[in-house]
Structure formats: C-alpha cells, structure tokens
C-alpha cells in the first residue's frame, strides 16, 4: 500500500478563514513526520517508478511518499531542511505560469 501525503501551507503559525484550505504548523509538520517514520516506510520518489514499485502497492507495509503542491517558498525554507536532516525525499510540484495568465508554454 502507498499512501501520500500532500502538503501546502507550512508556516509558524496557521490561520486562514478559507474553508478547504488546510495548513499545518511548523511544529505539526515536524510531529506528522517523525510519526510517520516511526509508523510506516517513508518511500522516495525513485521507488515509485523503479521495477519493484509493483511490490509497494501489493505488500502489507505502509508506504508513504511525502510531496508539496505550488512550490511555494515556505516549502522550501520551513520543511526542506527537515526532511534533508532526516533524508527523506519528497516531490514538489511546482506551477510554472498562473492558470490565469494567458500565457502559452510550447515545448
């Protein structure tokens, strides 16, 4: 089984009056992350597309990727360095344009 969990807003403090938009502490983040390694295989996002992901959707153990929505700068200075310290891999996904925006990416 793979679980993921997917973070936003991670600040020192968290208020926000928007109900759908969720947000930890800091201080939960850090909780959330050393449960998690106590609790389950914190997973990297190698092991999702290696040969053997086949065996972390079919095994008994939780699995558990951890990725961030938005790329925002919070990310980086607030849960970065507590990851690294921990080695623990996440995915960031990371807007290039604001949907908003008429802009037009060709590749």
Not at 68 to 82: S, V
């Amino acid at each position: 089984m793979i679980l993921v969990f997917n973070y936003h807003y991670v600040r020192k403090s968290y208020n926000y009056s928007f109900n759908g938009i969720n947000g930890v502490t800091i201080n939960n983040f850090v909780k959330h992350i050393n449960y998690l390694l106590m609790n389950s295989n914190i997973i990297s996002p190698i092991q999702i597309i290696d040969d053997k992901a086949n065996e972390l959707f079919l095994n008994n153990e939780i699995n558990v990727l951890i990725t961030f929505d938005d790329g925002l700068n919070e990310q980086f200075t607030n849960c970065l360095p507590i990851l690294e310290k921990k080695k623990i891999k996440p995915i960031f996904f990371i807007n290039t344009a604001p949907i908003d925006k008429e802009i037009v990416i060709c590749l």
